[in-house]
């Protein structure tokens, strides 16, 4: 049974940094394509980035040169190191699983991949 939780999400002012954390289990966790994806309130889903199992990344624009994801194999935990946030982060953020290639390892998918976690909430405070 697939099975992700993440950790890591809290409160912090505009400018600061949060590092949330995704652990994996019940499958292999090195062949699967991961990813993170957000929702706030009133809003769509929106794809945050992806990483493929060659470590290859993906990011949405909106986040592009502040946030970095990073997975360890050994450890079966994906990571989203998030820096300079911004009021507009504030959201639901979910990591999410698919054994996909590269090909369809994309954000603009990631919100429908078939395993998510529970979500862990992101506040940025102006």
């Known amino acids: 049974q697939v099975q992700l939780v993440e950790s890591g999400g809290g409160s912090v002012q505009a400018g600061g940094s949060l590092r949330l954390s995704c652990t994996a289990s019940g499958y292999t966790y090195s062949t699967y394509c991961m990813g993170w994806f957000r929702q706030a309130p009133g809003k769509e889903r929106e794809g945050v980035a992806v990483i493929d199992t060659d470590g290859r990344t993906n990011y949405a624009d909106s986040v592009k040169g502040r946030f970095t994801v990073s997975r360890d194999n050994a450890k079966n935990t994906l990571y989203l190191q998030m820096n300079s946030l911004e009021p507009e982060d504030t959201a639901m953020y979910y990591c999410?699983?698919?054994?996909?290639?590269?090909?369809?390892?994309?954000?603009?998918?990631?919100?429908?991949?078939?395993?998510r976690g529970q979500g862990t909430q992101v506040t940025v405070s102006s």
């Open positions: 999410a699983a698919d054994r996909v290639g590269w090909f369809l390892c994309r954000g603009d998918r990631v919100s429908a991949f078939p395993y």
